[in-house]
């Protein structure tokens, strides 16, 4: 807002910066008329109005008889009027020519002051100008007063309404009028910055030079009056918006029924109830609908152009995002049918393998169909699908053959010029796989047919994310481990199997581990054993010195021992459609074993044939080790020689003290003796 202020030196002469004498403003009173245009309004007064003729409609008093005002004395007259609201006094122009003369004459300013004093909140008329043209600067429509512009908001440091194009010129004409510099405040528009430094030079003068006094008491008295300005424009501001935020809820409600009105007939056209909720919060950006009791035909055809572009552009956007969306949901499930029928579930683990998304997408008969930009769904029993999937066991085969030499060209004893994928089944080929998502922890594998079921997640990454982004890598530190164990067995480590160790069975105890009760792992878990051990501060494990357990010690605990469950982990998926196939394998076991039973009628899934399971992010349930006691006062290495007669392929020991418990209260012995039980060392060597 600008900072113009009236010459205080010549205030009688000059009222305003705007030099208007109210002669030449015959339309001060005609300005409260109604208008067509709704940039116009001045919703103030429009407010205003309300809160001052709805408690007389709703009156039951009898109007007041004022036909005996025109013959009264005219300072009777004026006394009457002063108490009344400005508003009102337009009203009263409007009764009769009389009335309009008597109310724009200059003897009445003194009456429209009293008048504003009747509302406590209505800004107080500043003395250099008259209370009827503060009035129409308050309640008058929103035109300008040079050109009669519509939509020009009124400007209370002004005290006028004036648009940019008829400000800039009296902007640079009366710039002696100004005080420039001396308070933050813009111009109205960028036309006046060219003048900037001859509107400025006056006031920088006074601030470098020595000047009189009395220039610095004008300059001063300039100053109080730009900040008085201002402090009246900011209580208008204010004032005009107290008064339309008090009347915005009673409009919202209105706003949201005739909201309703305008969804319902769309619907009713005929338009889509998706595209119409979505348009609901931009029609109360229609200036049509503001302010509207109702929905009225008349109002609706004046709404229906601003509506109807925003509502066909939802209805396009919302076909284009369902047609992407069908294309979406057509290449998942040609990727999910690649995935069920190229999975094949690996000996003695309860997951499958498949080659990554990423490689089945650049597979030519795949990436062929993939790249169809059809929307329409596609479903296992195609024919485009079953032949594109032709070739795809020959497909796999490559992938696998191809994996195969990247694994072997990591391992340390493989050679460049002819690598042989044989190393892979040694149990001295302990990989490192890392995780998806976490570059700090990595899944531990036994050669091929473990480490091909972590490689699946790989479908983001670079065709090499084999040995040179350290994504699998060799664990040297486990393979120590399972050397360690091969020759605890009496085996040659550089030819063992990890099928050899797996018919052997048998199971070993850490030496570096000390304590009472101590556990029984299987060679897998003693590689885990150490790999994890290694990663802490100790360096106790960096060295692998395992035990081996007795044969009636290893019965013991294979009896002991619960299967790995892996039903609670979310890796599941269902093998005869792909309904889950846009994560793969992220049910449970029991929530995939209902999908097949309510969908494909099969009373009894089948692990492998209708259910299959893939390595997911969680990391997969292990069995619960089994503890043996071996040191301390009670160690458990006894077995009643009465149990093994009875039943030879349970293998139960007991302490010395429970052993002779055992024997009294179970098989009924008054004194047991070292013949009714058998020691066992436990550990072999």
């Known amino acids: ?189 960028s036309d006046a910055e060219d003048n900037d430094s001859d509107i400025a030079s006056p006031y920088e003068t006074l601030d470098c030079h ?92 004046q709404a229906r152009p601003y509506i109807l572009p925003q509502l066909l552009t939802m209805q396009t956007q919302r076909l284009e995002y369902q047609r992407n969306w069908r294309i979406r949901t057509r290449k998942q499930a040609i990727l999910a049918a690649v995935i069920l029928t190229l999975s094949t579930p690996v000996t003695g683990l309860p997951h499958c393998y498949h080659p990554p998304p990423r490689v089945i997408e650049v597979f030519p008969p795949i990436a062929q169909l993939m790249s169809e930009e059809s929307d329409e769904p596609i479903s296992r029993e195609d024919p485009a699908l079953i032949a594109a999937l032709a070739d795809g066991a020959q497909f796999l085969d490559a992938w696998c053959m191809e994996m195969q030499m990247l694994l072997v060209s990591v391992l340390p004893a493989a050679t460049a010029k002819r690598p042989d994928i044989r190393l892979l089944d040694r149990a001295t080929s302990v990989f490192q796989v890392q995780k998806p998502g976490d570059l700090a922890t990595f899944w531990t594998a036994f050669g091929w047919d473990e480490v091909r079921t972590y490689l699946h997640w790989c479908s983001k990454q670079p065709p090499s994310y084999l040995g040179s982004h350290e994504m699998v890598t060799f664990e040297a530190g486990g393979a120590a481990t399972v050397a360690a164990i091969a020759e605890l067995l009496g085996l040659d480590p550089d030819t063992t199997t990890a099928a050899q160790l797996d018919a052997v069975d048998a199971r070993f105890m850490c030496k570096t581990c000390l304590g009472v009760r101590r556990q029984a792992l299987p060679w897998r878990e003693c590689v885990l054993h150490d790999v994890e051990k290694s990663g802490t501060l100790t360096a106790l494990h960096s060295v692998p010195s395992w035990t081996i357990l007795s044969h009636l010690a290893t019965a013991d605990v294979r009896q002991r021992e619960e299967p790995a469950d892996y039903s609670s982990i979310a890796n599941w998926a269902c093998m005869l459609c792909h309904h889950h196939f846009r994560r793969p394998g992220t049910q449970l076991h029991d929530q995939m074993q209902n999908h097949i039973r309510d969908y494909h009628g099969i009373e009894h899934p089948a692990e492998g044939q209708h259910l299959i399971s ?49 024997l009294i209260y179970n098989h009924f012995v008054e004194s047991p003796g070292e013949e009714d039980w058998t020691e066992d060392d436990l550990i072999l060597t």
């Open 210 to 301: 020595m000047v009189s006094h009395a220039v610095h008491r004008f300059f001063e008295s300039r100053m109080a009056v730009a900040l008085e300005n201002r402090h009246r424009a900011e209580q208008c501001e204010a004032w005009a918006s107290t008064v339309i935020r008090e009347s915005r809820p009673e409009y919202w409600v209105k706003l949201k029924k005739v909201t309703v009105g305008v969804m319902n007939r769309l619907i009713a056209e005929g338009f889509d109830s998706d595209d119409v909720y979505e348009i609901q919060y931009s029609l109360r950006d229609c200036d049509v609908l503001w302010r509207k009791p109702r929905l009225t035909s008349k109002l609706w055809h």
């Open 1 to 189: 807002m600008s900072l113009l202020v009236w010459n205080v030196c010549d205030s009688e002469t000059n009222p305003l910066p705007f030099t208007v004498s109210e002669s030449d403003s015959d339309d001060l009173l005609e300005s409260f008329g109604s208008s067509r245009n709704l940039s116009t309004i001045n919703y103030v007064t429009v407010e205003t109005w309300k809160s001052l003729r709805i408690p007389q409609t709703k009156s039951k008093s009898i109007a007041p008889d004022l036909s005996r005002l025109p013959s009264m004395h005219l300072d009777i007259v004026l006394e009457i009027l002063g108490h009344l609201h400005p508003l009102m006094l337009v009203q009263v122009s409007r009764a009769s020519q009389s009335f309009r003369h008597l109310l724009r004459s200059p003897i009445t300013d003194s009456t429209w002051r009293k008048s504003l004093l009747v509302d406590a909140q209505l800004p107080c008329c500043p003395p250099q100008i008259s209370g009827r043209r503060w009035t129409k600067l308050l309640f008058g429509r929103h035109i300008c007063d040079d050109c009669g512009l519509p939509g020009t908001s009124p400007d209370y440091t002004i005290c006028r309404r004036v648009c940019a194009s008829c400000m800039d010129p009296k902007y640079v004409r009366e710039f002696n009028l100004m005080v420039h510099k001396t308070l933050h405040a813009g111009p109205k528009s």
């Open 614 to 662: 893939f390595v997911g992010t969680e990391h997969l349930q292990r069995r619960r080790h089994v503890t043996l006691v071996v040191g301390g006062e009670h160690p458990m290495r006894y077995r009643c020689n009465r149990c093994a007669e009875d039943q030879p392929e349970v293998v139960k020991f007991f302490s010395l003290r429970g052993i002779r418990l055992h």
